[in-house]
């Protein structure tokens, strides 16, 4: 027999009764990683396609352990993903006193490539454009045009050659037949969080520029399709996320990664989720499967986020607090 719960019946029993009335057998069931691996599988067969997946919380010690381990070490197809990568060979050679932020590049109209991005629609060019802020469209709008400004002072076999220096095995570009350009390449989601955490922990750069990288991928400009959908304006800010989606023979690929801050401004939980051979293969919106399960996703994981050894955490992270989201209108 079926019972009807209004609002009326809850004003009447109080709020801590109606509470537990209220509450979902899954919500009593699960908490905590439990919770993120259980709505993530559920999110994940609703989806289909071929997910391959690593989420980690921290723990007590300060130290990431995973949650969800799904074919973690799967080389696949990163797509704008691997954005992330390539703007870490850039500031390598930032901290390494090779190039500047402030260094000028000119934007010729035969370097412009369509598809995500800004550049391509300005209609005309020939700008002094800053690595700063080709790097800042680059992860801000995934700006494919600045994947190529990017090649112009670090070459496909020098940015391999930095990401296999700092550890990383799977996570290459593909180059091509002119050295400054190439396919954006391969990667795991092991090694993505690799790279997230010790960008969060500011050991994969010098400090200001995993803070430089940080500071775009949380801000709140960017991508809101997926992880950070269903979230405020001060919650999105404490996700720094990067979205990759194209297609190949096994069907449409949708793919996230990014790292979540707890309100103390310190790393908690890092996710790199990457789905293949899905369906609805030319819509990139919000209301495609795999982004809906990633928003899903996304709200369990922070309202799940651990606690995570903030003692520790703070002798080898600092703290990242970004200015919350003010509008100006103009003057």
């Known amino acids: 027999m079926s019972t009807q719960f209004t609002r009326r019946t809850a004003l009447g029993l109080g709020a801590a009764t109606a509470a537990v009335l209220a509450a979902s057998p899954a919500s009593a069931a699960a908490s905590g990683p439990a919770c993120i691996r259980s709505v993530y599988q559920r999110e994940k067969t609703k989806a289909g396609g071929t997910w391959h997946s690593h989420i980690a919380g921290v723990d007590a010690g300060g130290v990431p352990v995973p949650i969800v381990e799904d074919d973690a070490d799967h080389v696949t197809q990163g797509y704008s993903v ?7 060979a850039v500031m390598d050679k930032v901290d390494r006193g090779e190039l500047t932020l402030g260094q000028k590049l000119d934007l010729p109209a035969d370097i412009i490539l369509g598809g995500s991005g800004i550049y391509f629609l300005h209609t005309v060019w020939g700008d002094q454009i800053t690595i700063a802020n080709f790097l800042t469209a ?3 709008v995934s700006d494919n045009t600045a994947v190529r400004m ?26 091509v037949a002119n050295p400054n350009r190439f396919y954006l390449g391969t990667t795991t989601p092991r090694e993505m969080h ?7 922990t500011k050991t994969l750069l010098s400090p200001s520029s995993c803070t430089f990288l940080l500071s775009i991928t949380r801000w709140i400009n960017g991508y809101m399709d997926g992880v950070r959908r269903v979230m405020s304006s001060e919650e999105r800010s404490r996700v720094a996320t990067k979205y990759g989606a194209d ?18 401004g310190l790393p908690k939980l890092t996710y790199a989720m990457f789905a293949e051979g899905l369906g609805d293969l030319d819509n990139y919106g919000s209301t495609h499967p795999a982004v809906q399960a990633h928003s899903v996703i996304g709200r369990t994981m922070l309202d799940n986020l651990p606690a995570g050894g903030a003692a520790t955490l703070a002798r080898t992270a600092r703290a990242e607090r970004i200015e919350p989201f003010r509008p100006v209108n103009g003057g």
């Open 194 to 200: 690799d790279l997230l955490w010790r960008l969060a």
């Open 247 to 264: 297609f190949n023979t096994l069907g449409a690929s949708r793919h996230e990664a990014g790292i979540m801050f707890g309100p103390d």
């Open 150 to 175: 990017c090649g112009r002072v670090v070459p496909a076999a020098e940015i391999n050659e930095i990401l296999a220096a700092k550890g990383f095995v799977h996570t290459r570009v593909e180059p």
């Open 138 to 140: 680059m992860l801000l």
């Open 82 to 88: 691997q954005k992330l990568a390539v703007a870490t």
